[in-house]
């Protein structure tokens, strides 16, 4: 069942919240073992919460389609009173006294959190492997990764473990699980879901967004997170949040452009032959599609590693062992203390990338990195603005080839940043995407394709998106 059919059986009495939890919980004692999707489950909260839900339903205090609903949230979301690590020793113990904005909208809604999600490490990694708690595996073949860095939502929603899940997006981290897991992963506008208490990665590029088994449910879990937040000064007060009411526009005549330089390559031949499938899907429901061409793509990965990492490197400087998180056992003195701690309670991916954004924000080098790669967003941004100009849509692949095998991606740091290359682009610049399914390589892994729509024109991909679903299922 989608998360939407959930909510309504259990609207229309045919099914109970706790029926519904049981069947989550059931899932995760029969599959966590092998794919290792939590990092924590709240397995008595969520029984006590249903019942309550159950009721608050009868008496109409929860009347929205998502009532009921049980939903998994990444664990670099606070959830109020439970531990919230970012997959790292250095929050190993942190129990946050506050909650995020968005898992105060889920439990407004009647949603019933059920666990935390494993992820890379302060969401910094493409496979989740980077996480200090043990690695995630891909549904669909453990032997593989499902991605990141939203890789333990993204894998609870393929295996049946949750019916929907939030994650978070700073350069592809839901879309790219999403394509590896054969799920549907959406990051919005930057400023339309509140980043309170979303424990940063960078501030510019974050944002959280749904993730669920089809276009209509992350639609709906859009709506219940989505608005303005007086306790995030980057959240927006947009006036039209019904996404869902764009689900059964056809598309015809809407013009889709898609960036030549993105299938050229580097894009596994196996991805190319599914996403030019797609288009005849896309093109069969009335759409029409262009190709055009980007100048900027060579600039994309470089820039958004070194503006993500110079936030990062000032955004982590918090954890220092002094005011909470891991503290080193044995040091001599305040300097020693910082160096241990900082030493023994991050992994390498991110002391590679404090490394490198330090690097690229001390005074020699500011210039010659930072602020070039500042330069380089704002031409990227101005190429999009200009495509948008033409085009209602602009499609890419999620990534440039299936879930590799464990392993394999950390041996070569570079060649994992380079698989940002169609994602990137879309957080540099603050616009709306979705991954779809969109078929199958010859080993059984899934691919995705993703829908890019200019700022605050979410409808328009959730448009693309339901279409395209309906098109394949035609």
Known sequence: MTALELAEKIKQRQISVLDGVKTVFAEIEKKENRIHAYLDIYKKEAYARARQVEKGIAEGIYTGPLAGVPVAVKDNICV????????????????????????????????????????????????????????????????HVPGGSSGGSCAAVAAGEAYLALGSDTGGSIRQPSSFCGVTGVKPTYGTVSRYGL???????????????????????????????????????????????????????????????????GLDGEVKNSFMEALKILTGQGAIVEFFSVDTMEYMIPAYYIIASAEASSNLERFDGVKYGYRAADYEGLHDMYYRTRTEGFGEEVKRRIMLGSFVLSSGY??????????????????????????????????????????????DPLSMYLGDIYTVAVNLCGLPAISVPCGMDSKGLPIGIQMIGNRFEEKKIFRSAAAFERGGRD
Request: with cysteine; net charge neutral.
């Open 80 to 143: 109020k009173g439970k531990k919230t690590t970012c997959a790292s020793r250095m929050l190993e113990n942190f129990v946050p006294p506050y909650q995020a904005e968005a898992v105060s909208r889920l439990e407004q809604a009647g949603m019933i959190v059920i666990g935390k999600t494993n992820m890379d490490e302060f969401a910094m990694g493409s496979t989740t492997e980077t996480s200090a708690y043990g690695i995630t595996r891909n549904p669909w073949n453990t032997d």
């Open 199 to 265: 424990i940063a990665y960078a501030s510019s590029l974050d944002q959280i967004g749904p993730i669920g088994k089809n276009t209509a449910d992350c639609a709906a879990l859009l709506e219940v997170i989505a608005g303005r937040d007086p306790k995030d000064s980057t959240s927006l007060d947009r006036k039209d949040l019904d996404f869902s009411e764009a689900m059964d526009q056809k598309i015809t005549g809407m013009k889709f452009g898609i960036p030549k330089e993105y299938l050229a390559k």
């Open 366 to 411: 500011y210039d010659a990195y930072y602020l070039k790669a500042l330069r380089a967003k704002a031409l990227i941004c101005q190429e999009f603005d200009r495509a948008f100009e033409k085009y209602d849509v602009i499609l890419a692949p999620a990534a440039p080839h299936t879930a590799p095998k464990i392993g394999e991606s950390l041996k």
